[in-house]
């Protein structure tokens, strides 16, 4: 089974500033990963998918890189509704199981 | 307008099946580039899959708990069932289920439930 793992677990940012999430995964999962935003007492958020596509409705301060083993999420400028927790998922080799990542939680600095 | 509701007991004792069905609206479980998974999440942790069913019946659970979760879909009804059994307290969580939209070789979960609290404890 593919492991996730996110770094750092917890990130505290400013409000206006850049957020950097990363994720790693043990063996390549290619570009199929997607990250998910999760507030406080609401389901996951679909943020982006195949790496780096933007869901519809997504603003344009979240993007997604990588591919293989190693993927990143910035937040271009943090908003005082960003501050959630993020999870990244894999779905490679499909219908494998899907695995996802302990979660980062960002913060307000 | 997609949505997806997630329905079931909000309480069961150990050793118990539980019992969930997620009723689907917005889409047809018969699209090919569609399927239904169940995530759950407890209290204070991550989120973690559990199984998924795709419009031609295809299945997959997870490793971890492959013997004890059994999915289907009544497409006429437009729900899916999961059950697990055995269950114990370290199953209690929010159980969410979500539509799987597949875009060529992509495939992601873009429509959650609100999800179903089950405590297990006698």
């Known amino acids: 089974e593919i492991v996730m793992t996110q770094s750092p677990a917890t990130l505290s940012v400013s409000p206006g500033e850049r957020a950097t999430l990363s994720c790693r995964a043990s063996q390549s999962v290619s570009s199929n990963l997607a990250w998910y935003q999760q507030k406080p007492g609401q389901a996951p958020r679909l943020l982006i998918y195949g790496a780096s596509t933007r869901a519809t409705g997504i603003p344009a301060r979240f993007s997604g890189s990588g591919s293989g083993t190693e993927f990143t999420l910035t937040i271009s400028s943090l908003q005082s509704e960003d501050f959630a927790v993020y999870y990244c998922q894999q779905y490679n080799n499909w219908p494998s199981p899907v695995t996802f990542g302990q979660g980062t939680r960002l913060e307000i600095k | 307008q997609v949505t997806l509701k997630e329905s079931g007991p909000v309480l069961v004792k150990p050793t118990e099946t539980l019992t969930l069905t997620c009723t689907v609206s917005?889409?047809?479980?018969?699209?090919?580039?569609?399927?239904v998974s169940w995530i759950r999440q407890p209290p204070g942790k991550a989120l973690e899959w559990l199984a998924h069913?795709?419009?031609?019946?295809?299945?997959s659970y997870s490793t971890s708990l492959k013997s004890r979760l059994t999915i289907s879909k009544d497409t006429s009804k437009s729900q899916v069932v999961l059950t697990m059994t055995n269950m114990d307290p370290v199953d209690t969580a929010t159980y969410y289920c979500?539509?799987?939209?597949?875009?060529?070789?992509?495939?992601?979960?873009?429509?959650w439930g609100q999800g179903t609290l089950v405590t297990v404890s006698s």
């Open positions: 917005g889409f047809s479980l018969s699209n090919a580039r569609m399927g």
């Open positions: 069913i795709f419009s031609n019946d295809e299945k």
């Open positions: 979500a539509r799987i939209r597949n875009s060529g070789d992509l495939y992601y979960f873009d429509y």
